[in-house]
């Protein structure tokens, strides 16, 4: 007999899934699967899953990709997977316009940027500037024996840094290359870590970093005793910065229900609570990120490189805090700003092949990667401001989940068969 427990709905969904047959028929083991054509590929993977015609019609789309492209990207590739794409209004940027393309999921994002931006915009819009798009890269040595390696790298800065830069014509007259190097010593290691800095200009410069520290560090033997370790850029761009502020005035926040000085307080308040408490931060950053990787994503930018960079930043002096930062000024209006790495690209791989990544950059002017990365953050400000102004007024779940109803209208449809998910 059933316990009380056995009947509980959660009970019965888990049987139920436990007991429908969605286990792959076939082994994960596909040698050679790489090597077939994509449209074989996706024949392979639905009989061993046993999928539908229909789920195997959803996986095997192209949208605005096709075959040959999808295959350029990825290995092993079956399709292309769908996000819807908006525009962000209302973005002023250094006093000009920009319309902001941002491909998300989640309902509330793109009403949300587009709102901060409005509530920026009546302060001047966002000022926004970025550092030299210097990248950098790590060389790691293995000390084999004792040596003076500060004396012996100082002496020969200049020559590594020259080397680095050999075979890199184009980018040297594009005004970009190897500008910097640096080190420290890991004593428990006995790693001494070069650090090579990089102006990769319009490029996100992931490759060019990476080909540059291989390459010099085929030398490194010659100078000091040592072996080699990794040789890859880091994702922590110290040198490669943008920055975005806004003021907004105290009047902007006055509603039937608020008035505008207390909402400034209030958001004042929320940024300190991030400041002081892990918990808090990592949402309130992950509200800026929701802001920040639409944009990345829509420009055919690597999202994981800018988070992976964001959050190491967000912990730069031990403790984990918020990327953005609000205070009241003395007027009583409401400034905010936020500085954080930000590598990214409107050359090179997909951003340039990726048809619709192509048409994004077109809507925002074709920016340069120092403009686009300036655009990224102060819409990452700006998602920031209009969570954190309807956290610190009526709370999240009116818009959210104002906006948020259509999804769950649409699956009550689909659930009652009202609507052909085809
Ligand atoms: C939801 O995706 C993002 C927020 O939680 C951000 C925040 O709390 O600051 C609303």
Known sequence: MDTPQDRSPLITA???????????????????????????????????AGLSESDRFHLGQFGCLNGELTDVFIENA???????????????????????????????????????????????????????PVMTGQIQLFLTKDCEFDTILSSRKNDLIA?????????????GGACD????????????VIHLHIDTRDAM??????????????VMPEILPCDIGLRILT????????????????????????????????????????????????????????????????????????????????????????????????????????????????VGGVTKLHPAAQAALKLMGNPNANTLAQIVVATGLAQNLSALRALASEGIQRGHMSLHQKNLDLLQRRSSGGINSN
Do not use: Q
Request: hydrophobic residues 40%.
């Open 14 to 48: 888990s049987r139920e899934s436990r007991e429908s047959n969605t286990e792959p028929k076939v082994s994960s083991r596909l040698p050679g699967f790489y090597e077939l054509p994509i449209g074989e590929r996706l024949n392979t993977v639905a009989k061993a």
């Open 163 to 175: 080397f680095a830069n050999r075979g890199h014509d184009s980018l040297l007259a594009r005004g």
């Open 181 to 192: 190097l640096d080190w420290h010593f890991i004593p428990e290691m006995k790693s001494v």
């Open 78 to 132: 079956v399709g292309t997977f769908s996000l819807p794409l908006g525009v962000a209004t209302n973005f002023l940027v250094n006093g000009r316009e920009v319309l902001v393309p941002m491909a998300v999921e989640e309902s509330s994002v793109l009403a949300a940027a587009s709102h901060g931006a409005k509530l920026a915009r009546l302060g001047g819009g966002f000022k926004a500037s970025a550092t030299d």
């Open 235 to 346: 994702n922590l761009t110290e040198r490669r910065l943008a920055r975005a502020e806004c003021l907004v005035p105290a009047s902007a926040f006055d509603s039937s229900e608020f008035v505008g000085t207390e909402v400034v307080d209030r958001i004042e308040k929320a940024f300190l609570f991030a400041h002081s408490d892990v918990h808090r931060a990592t949402t309130n950053n992950k509200g800026i990120m929701n802001g920040i990787d639409p944009v990345l994503i829509a420009t055919g930018n690597d999202w994981r490189a800018v988070e992976a960079g964001a959050h190491a930043w967000a912990c730069r002096d031990g403790k984990y805090r918020p990327l953005a930062t609000w205070r009241k000024t003395l007027h009583g209006d409401l400034h905010g700003s936020m500085e954080i790495p930000m590598a990214v690209g409107v």
């Open 205 to 218: 410069g992931a490759n060019i970093v990476n080909t540059m520290c291989e390459r010099l560090s085929s």
